[in-house]
């Protein structure tokens, strides 16, 4: 063969390639899996419950994970994993692509809090108010305190300014706030109130602000437990208190969402529906301009953030005690009619809705393009795009 037909041949094959796409694989549809962590309830140190994740316009359940007991605690999502504890008494680790059980640890009793994700250590407390420090990868225990009270609420962590060494700060039924030494576990300090704490702290690293049974929002100094004020609201606290932008939002039993000025420590408006109102034991959603929270009168209210003004409600068949998550223009939200709802957060219009015939108490977590909740079934449900 001479050198003139070897270039046209050469000329053609690559023409033939080049116009002939189907010959390679075709190109999956991109999918973030993974990327994106929630590590804490609420997703933030502040607990804003605001997701920074695009939700995909179609979900679809991708797996479930069947646990021995109900599930009240909240997920958390971070390396491609997702953490939960449950009744039975246990915490886990799952893959978050398939569900796969990576370990588990049993605490000896009923977990209802959430865990938080700190670097390579995970902290929970359960019931019989033992909190623990687990190694991410294995499960192993580095650590554990017991308090003198059931943990309900998860925990929460800041570093130290000028230093390496982060606290962690978590409440019990005991009526004190616990900080300790995230790598040694060693006590700094205790707060104590005048009845329960409820829910999980939210810090900005300078303080840390909570409620509980005594009917007070408290400000604590975060390097030294003292107290810097303590706001009264008028009825007992279930939930946790969100902290941006310099205010504090809550809901609280006595039928009202509160929002409290961090600077004068005093309450700048309080919400309440003038025709259903009932009690919050939800936790609020902070949004640019919206602030989100479910009510046991079966509604999630949307208020304006800067006024309270109401925005709009949506209505469930029954109480709405999970936390809301914002993500974008969309809030999700579960419900113990069994169903977890996506909610237009201009509009207050549902968008989809999945029916997993179980109540949600816990708050979702928002990670990667995934939607992960627990439910009293004790099931682990996540959700993503349709394959």
Known sequence: MNTYKLTIIVLIMAVFLVACPGKKKPAEKQRVVGTADWPIFRGDAGLSGRSGDTIPDELTLRWSFQTGGEIFS???IGSGRIFIGSTDGKVYALRLKDGGK??????????EASPLLVGKSLYIGSLSGEFFALHVDS?????????????????NWTEITGSRESLIFVGSHDNRMYCFEAVSGKLRWTYETDHYINGAPATDGQVII?????????????????????????????????LAGGKAYLGHYGNKLVCIDMEVRKITWEYSHPEHADSFFSSPAVGKEHVVIGSRDSYLHCVNRDTGKLAWVFRTRDEVDSSPVIAGNRVVVGSTDGRLYMVDLQTGRETWSYEIGAAIIGCPALAGGWIAIGSDDGRVYAFGESL
């Open 74 to 76: 909240s997920p958390v």
């Open 102 to 111: 990576i370990w588990e640890f049993d605490a000896g009793d009923d977990i």
């Open 139 to 155: 499960g192993t225990l580095n650590w554990k305190y017991k308090t003198e009270g059931s943990i309900y609420g998860s925990a």
């Open 210 to 242: 909570f409620g509980g049974c005594d009917e007070n929002l408290h400000i604590v100094n975060v390097a030294d437990g003292k107290k810097l004020a303590r706001v009264g609201v008028g009825s007992y606290i279930p939930g946790s208190a969100a």
